[in-house]
């Protein structure tokens, strides 16, 4: 990680920023992305956030949301031009220039300075600057405490403090996760100093489900969940198919997989969706199975030790195939886990 220094030292004159994150922004990429773009506002920068793709409808309640510009083949000259003429381009929530589709190859090219912020392991080398921190529970903790090192807490107001508490509150499964630290609830606690009414972030993300959504949940758990006992593992798949049926929309799937997890005796779980273009993979697992490695080694993916992300090029039918009969490969190790 470099030093605050040099943070301070880039930004100490107002500049062109673009802020971006992953595909299907979650509420920490989101989060974390505003509310850096706020501070930055306040200090007089001129501040562009682009998503690579769209996210879902309940985080449109942060501040800063309606300026979001979402990456389009329709905007693809605009969102280009932005690159290109930033004096400073912030990559937040993620560590490998493909987790944001065809703006990496745009920001590998860019001119301006490039600014890592993120807590994933095993990042991809293309930043300038690098404020990884793979201990944080979430990049809405890793911005709390840069703008904190530049000395500049006092800046945070209710607005960005919301964002940043979404991103830390949803990161560590609303406190649950091992990665909830002493940090982590010191942070929460300056936020409700502050006047951050966490009861109603809480209500706004998961407390606003469609009826589709929840029949869709009751259609999952119902009658797309295998359980494999005999691996400590449980999966669900979804086709693209039964997505069109329920109208799911990007977030209804959000927090699926952690049902097929909750389950007693299992310690690995997968979400596996077809989305069309490719499928694409959420696992998670508890104790010392990592997930990480599991997804880097088969799946093209990674992420955290327990909680990663891979994708397929097969069919549904055929990645669901392959993930079964990687399984043996692993039956002792995760029949470790699920004795700890």
């Known amino acids: 990680m470099h030093n605050i220094n040099a943070l301070k030292e880039l930004l100490k004159e107002p500049k062109e920023v673009m802020i971006t994150t992953h595909h299907k922004p979650d509420a920490d990429a989101l989060g974390s992305s505003l509310g850096l773009a706020g501070?930055?506002?306040?200090?007089?920068?001129?501040?562009?956030?682009?998503?690579?793709?769209?996210?879902?409808?309940?985080?449109?309640?942060?501040?800063?949301?309606?300026d979001v510009i979402v990456y389009s083949e329709n905007n693809d000259a605009l969102v280009q031009r932005i690159i290109n003429e930033a004096q400073v381009i912030f990559c937040l929530d993620f560590n490998n220039l493909s987790r944001i589709n065809e703006m990496g190859e745009y920001i590998r090219h860019a001119k301006g300075t490039k600014v890592l912020v993120d807590h994933h392991l095993q990042p991809?080398?293309?930043?300038?600057?690098?404020?990884?921190?793979?201990?944080?529970?979430?990049?809405?903790?890793?911005?709390?405490?840069l703008i904190k090192a530049m000395g500049?807490?006092?800046?945070?107001?209710?607005?960005?403090?919301?964002?940043?508490?979404a991103g830390i509150m949803t990161d560590?499964?609303?406190?649950?996760?091992?990665?909830?630290?002493?940090?982590?609830?010191?942070?929460?606690?300056?936020?409700?100093?502050?006047?951050?009414?966490?009861?109603?972030?809480?209500?706004?993300?998961?407390?606003?489900?469609?009826?589709?959504?929840?029949?869709f949940l009751g259609y999952a758990l119902k009658d797309k969940?295998?359980?494999l006992p005999e691996y400590n593992t449980a999966y669900i798949s979804i086709t693209a198919d039964e997505l069109k049926a329920y109208n799911s929309k990007t977030g209804d799937t959000e927090g699926l997989v952690n049902y097929a997890l909750s389950i007693e005796g299992i310690v690995f779980a997968a979400l596996i969706i077809d989305r069309t273009q490719a499928?694409?993979?959420?696992?998670?697992?508890?104790?010392?199975?990592?997930?990480?490695?599991?997804?880097?080694?088969?799946?093209?993916g990674g992420g955290h030790?327990?909680?990663?992300?891979?994708?397929?090029m097969d069919t549904l039918e055929a990645t669901v195939a392959k993930f079964e009969s990687l399984l043996p490969l692993y039956k002792d190790k995760l029949q470790q886990a699920s004795t700890k």
């Open 152 to 165: 500049d807490g006092d800046l945070i107001d209710i607005g960005i403090g919301e964002c940043l508490y």
């Open 305 to 312: 030790k327990n909680a990663a992300g891979g994708m397929s």
């Open 225 to 227: 969940l295998v359980v």
């Open 124 to 145: 991809e080398d293309f930043a300038d600057l690098d404020y990884a921190n793979t201990e944080a529970a979430a990049t809405a903790e890793i911005v709390y405490d």
């Open 39 to 66: 501070y930055l506002k306040k200090k007089g920068h001129r501040v562009t956030v682009i998503t690579p793709s769209d996210y879902p409808d309940f985080l449109n309640w942060m501040e800063g949301n309606d």
């Open 172 to 215: 560590t499964g609303s406190f649950r996760h091992p990665s909830t630290s002493k940090n982590v609830h010191l942070i929460i606690a300056d936020l409700l100093h502050i006047g951050v009414k966490t009861s109603d972030i809480h209500r706004l993300i998961y407390d606003s489900s469609t009826e589709l959504r929840l029949r």
């Open 279 to 300: 499928v694409k993979m959420s696992f998670r697992s508890v104790g010392d199975f990592s997930a990480n490695e599991f997804a880097r080694a088969h799946f093209n």
